[in-house]
């Protein structure tokens, strides 16, 4: 499964300000964060961190939700495919709107074209 915070298509709605928090507070987050120096998956993010798989898999879902990672699809030719999970940030800015609530914006590389059709790729198989 492929998850992007932001598929509603409104490209004016940036991430909730909550989950960014609450995903960067967490220890655990921050440690899987800064091992995905490469895109991997969560056993290997579990054995890389030391993170106990069943915590890991929830700390990928936290971070996937507030958009700091990207799900993608390894396609493997036995049909036993993995996600893996890749830093989908390089900057996370915090500042506050005119109507003083905060305002959250995640920045990163764009996708690249490969990126992309496998998310595509993954979607075409989710409704299939």
Do not use: N
Request: aromatic share 6%; hydrophobic share 35%; charged share 35%.
């Amino acid at each position: 499964m492929v998850r992007d915070a932001y598929a509603d298509g409104d490209e004016d709605v940036g991430p909730d300000p909550a989950a960014v928090f609450e995903a960067l507070a967490d220890e655990d987050c921050r440690a899987i964060v800064r091992a995905l120096s490469e895109p991997m998956t969560a056993g290997e993010i579990s054995e890389s961190t030391g993170i106990p798989k069943s915590t890991t898999y929830r700390k990928l879902e936290t971070l996937t939700d507030a958009g700091l990672l990207t799900e993608g699809v390894e396609i493997r030719s036995d049909g036993q495919h993995a996600s893996r999970y890749g830093v989908a940030f390089d900057e996370v800015t915090v500042g506050l709107s005119p109507d003083r609530e905060f305002d959250v914006e995640v920045s990163g590389e764009p996708e690249t074209a490969d990126e992309r059709l496998a998310s595509l790729w993954s979607e075409i198989r989710k409704e299939t």
